[in-house]
């Protein structure tokens, strides 16, 4: 299968980002359990969230070879990353995890141009 996305390496390390926030979030280190409480997370959404994050990850190495599906992974990821901007905003919590989320939203759909 050719590689299709131009360039690679944003992919790949957008991708090892999300399967490395999944695995702060099997067992939550420290900054993340204080973020997740910060923005009132439920524990259903806690207990989603490695999965998510890795299927993120899958997604985008896997739209290196089928773009279509790493253009919606990098748009659910947008969608993602509104949400805990939203999340963050109604905790008014607008400190380093409100940037990190307004950064990672945008750096998602940055990261879609490259499957374009």
Known sequence: ??????????????AAVQ???AAFCWKPVD???RCLDDVHTP???RRLLTPIKA?????????????????VTCAALVAYFAIAVAMHIRAHDL???????IALGVVSGLVSLCYL
């Open 1 to 14: 299968m050719a590689i299709l996305a131009d360039p690679v390496w944003p992919v790949v390390a957008f």
């Open 19 to 21: 399967y490395a926030d």
């Open 43 to 45: 524990p259903l959404v």
């Open 95 to 101: 400190h380093r995890n409100f940037r990190n989320a």
């Open 55 to 71: 299927a993120a990850g899958t997604g985008l190495l896997l739209g290196l070879v089928v773009p279509y599906l790493g253009v």
């Open 31 to 33: 900054f993340v359990r």
